[in-house]
């Protein structure tokens, strides 16, 4: 992954202030988020101090700095999915995937957190991954889900 | 070129290109500011400052707008006077009512605006405190709901120290002060020279305290507590009592401490002059012995931060002697615990410094070869101040008393540690003394003691011409080391000293002072230099006693230290 960032700096000059963003946008693009060690290879290539590429980059809000999965799993638990089970859902993503909410899977693959209400009660319980909404869920339907996630990467 | 400009309906004179603030100020007017900071680039950001000029629709940021023909300004017309005061307001309504419990009371100069603006209610209430307070770095406290977002810390430590550990993150009304990634404080780059703290309007950043731990000991009566000054401390300690800033108390202050209990009373000089001497030793071995050259000093800790984590590469040429608080701490634990035959477990050592870095150098100091810590405690001066006070006790100037015994007496040459250059001075004294027999004819170095950034002088001692470099500001020094690195520079001693001006202006000195206080606090450690009699380290008795018993044993063991490289966030 150093690599790829090192692949990045080296199509732009060094000690040249003005492509920050762009090498942050190409960074963020290649890796799914500034890490660290972007932050320090991009600082020395440019000859700026870390906390100023920082600084710049926080201000967008497109950019993250902590690992992303490729699927954001978001377990509803607002009051209706939670009478419809939304715990035992989240017990079988944590079980299946070996994380718990919040944590992220070691092949930065699938990533559980929890949502309140995502405002389609009517179909508890309910799941959104990227922005794709699964309804009326159980634990097969689930499987399905994650099978063609999956699936989807080949 | 003077041109005159009308004030208030008065006429002044301005110098062309200067910002109106500076040509008010001269002039003996003020206007409020926060953001605004003398020598470093004005940012027009906190809005206080601002005036009414003719011919502009909008009011002007004083601070910011340069003077370039004549022009008609009105610094407290109802209009100025409201805007201000509700720019105030809009910066209390993030701004949490903790006046009380807070270690910038009194010396606060957001209070102070909000007193003079006879603010008397909440007029905004923005935002949710998070009272999120990061205590990670082993001196400084950063709390984010008291930061105003002037930006002063961020420009200090960007502009004049060169190290850059803080930035804004994010923007809008989620803009913080924080570092790269916004780890906490221990793990990014910050090297603990306290200059933010210094600037500071507010609690934003602040010295952890140890005064928790010195009362603690104070009232425990198995504990022998011990407490040492530095000369930095005793011309400025005086200022937080009222008095005029460069009044040296160095006397009063052992007489006053020994009032408030503590077991004994020493100015940490003894120490200083056993590091002079053992550093004149390390550069004639140095220059003997053909390097590594040039050495440079260690007893600024902030300046080892910075080389263990930017210059690995001249860590050996870091003198490995220990700084005088270090030294003074171990003489404590283990000489004077023998000749009083105390146990080195039951000594609680205090040190009373300018600086902030000293409280890592003696928690850092615990991981060295000896298997007790040199040093327990560190106080700013500002933390003594309020420790005085909180044992009922003020400043008397009028009784006086000399260091406790063993350690009574200290060269005038010691106490020039506190000045930038008057490190390298005291150690021409001493460097001259061993290597012609005699000592120096003119002890001051004028060269030396002009107010610079970066200053050489060059000596001929005996056969051999000496050449010294002094730096002060860690931007400076980075300079300085990098020309040194590529061969441009070469000298056989280099000082380095973190603070600009050195330790008379570290981080722990008393805060809002009056205008040309440092220089006052200078001018009082050269007039001792001047007036005391023992004006050489090596003519110090108290220090000979040390030296026999060293040179018996051939131990000086306890006086050194190490360096390792820090991998951080830069
Ligand atoms: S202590 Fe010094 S290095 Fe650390 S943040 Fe403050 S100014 Fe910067
Ligand atoms: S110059 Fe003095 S006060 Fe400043 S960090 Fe160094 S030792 Fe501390
Ligand atoms: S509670 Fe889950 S969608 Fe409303
Ligand atoms: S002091 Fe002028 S804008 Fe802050």
């Not at chain 1, 699938?110 to 949502?115: G, L, N, S």
């Not at chain 2, 050449?467 to 002060?472: D, E, I, P, R, T």
């Not at chain 2, 001047?530 to 018993?549: D, H, L, T, V, W």
Request: net charge positive; proline share 3%; hydrophobic share 35%.
């Amino acid at each position: 992954m150093d690599n790829l960032i090192e692949l990045i700096l080296l199509k732009y000059p060094k000690n040249a202030t003005e492509n920050i963003i762009e090498i942050l946008l190409q960074i963020q693009e290649a890796e799914g988020f500034i890490s660290a060690q972007s932050i320090i290879m991009l600082s020395e290539h440019v000859g700026v101090q870390s906390s100023k590429i920082y600084s710049v980059a926080s201000f967008y809000d497109q950019f993250v700095f902590e690992a992303r999965a490729k699927f954001i799993i978001r377990v509803c638990s607002g009051t209706s999915c939670y009478i419809s089970g939304s715990d035992t859902i989240i017990s079988f993503l944590e079980k299946e995937f070996n994380i718990r909410i919040g944590e992220i899977t070691r092949d930065h693959v699938f990533q559980i957190e929890t949502k309140s209400c995502l405002g389609a009660c009517a179909q508890s319980p309910v799941l959104e991954i990227n922005g794709v909404f699964y309804s009326n869920l159980t634990p097969q339907r689930i499987r399905q889900i994650i099978h063609q996630c999956k699936s989807s990467l080949q | 070129m003077f041109l005159n400009i009308e004030v208030n309906n008065q006429i002044i004179k301005a110098d062309k290109g200067e910002t109106i603030l500076s040509a008010l100020n001269r002039n003996g007017m003020n206007v409020p500011t926060l953001c605004f900071l003398k020598e470093l680039n004005p940012t027009g950001a906190c809005r206080m400052c601002v005036v009414e000029v003719e011919g502009y629709e909008n009011l002007i940021t004083a601070c910011s707008q340069p003077i370039e023909g004549f022009m008609k300004i009105q610094t407290h017309s109802k209009r100025v006077l409201n805007a201000r005061k509700t720019n105030l307001e809009l910066l209390l309504a993030n701004h949490p009512d903790e006046c009380l419990y807070c270690i910038r009371n009194g010396s606060c100069e957001l209070q102070n605006l909000a007193q003079s603006f006879n603010i008397n209610e909440r007029k905004f209430k923005n935002k949710k405190f998070t009272l999120k307070v990061d205590k990670s770095s082993a001196a400084i406290v950063k709390e984010t709901d008291k930061c105003i977002l002037c930006g002063r810390c961020i420009r200090i430590c960007d502009e004049v120290q060169d190290v850059s550990a803080l930035c804004f993150i994010k923007k809008g009304s989620s803009t913080t002060v924080g570092t790269t990634l916004n780890k906490p404080l221990s793990h990014s780059n910050c090297i603990l020279c306290g200059q933010c703290i210094m600037v500071c309007p507010t609690a934003g950043l602040h010295e952890k305290s140890h005064t928790p731990q010195v009362l603690e000991a104070m009232g425990n009566p198995k504990k022998h507590t011990v407490i040492f000054h530095s000369s930095s401390v005793s011309v400025s300690i005086a200022e937080e009592f009222g008095f005029k800033a460069g009044k040296d108390v160095s006397i009063s202050l052992n007489s006053t401490l020994k009032k408030l209990g503590f077991n004994k009373v020493f100015e940490v000089g003894v120490a200083s002059d056993i590091y002079l001497i053992e550093l004149a030793e390390d550069i004639i071995n140095r220059t003997q012995n053909k390097g590594p050259l040039p050495l440079f000093s260690s007893c600024c800790p902030a300046w080892i931060q910075f080389a263990e984590q930017y210059f690995p590469g001249i860590l050996t040429s870091i003198s490995q002697i220990k700084s005088p608080q270090q030294i003074m701490g171990a003489l404590i634990k283990s000489k004077y615990a023998d000749d009083l035959n105390l146990n080195n477990k039951d000594i609680f050592t205090i040190s009373v410094m300018p600086c902030i870095a000293k409280k890592q150098e003696a928690i850092k100091g615990n991981t060295s070869i000896s298997s007790f810590s040199d040093v327990d405690c560190v106080l700013t001066t500002r933390e003594l101040a309020s420790l005085i006070k909180i044992k009922g006790f003020k400043l008397d100037d009028t009784e006086t008393q000399l260091s406790d015994a063993p350690f009574v007496n200290q060269s005038s040459a010691s106490k020039l540690l506190g000045t930038s250059g008057g490190l390298t001075e005291s150690l021409i004294r001493i460097l001259h003394h061993k290597v012609t027999g005699k000592d120096i004819n003119e002890i001051k170095q004028s060269k030396l003691r002009i107010s610079k950034g970066i200053k050489e002088i060059s000596v001929m001692l005996g056969e051999t011409t000496y050449n010294f470099a002094v730096v002060n500001g860690i931007g400076n020094a980075r300079k300085l080391i990098n020309d040194i690195m590529s061969g441009k520079k070469t000298y056989h001693f280099v000082e380095v000293m973190a603070c600009k001006e050195g330790c008379v202006n570290g981080g722990g000195q008393p805060l809002l002072s009056e205008k040309d206080a440092l220089k006052s606090r200078i001018k009082a450690i050269y007039d001792s230099d001047e007036k005391e009699s023992i004006k050489f380290p090596y003519k110090n008795p108290s220090i000979s006693e040390f030296y026999q018993a060293f040179t018996k044993s051939g131990n000086k063991n306890i006086l050194i230290t190490n360096y390792k490289e820090r991998t951080v966030l830069k």
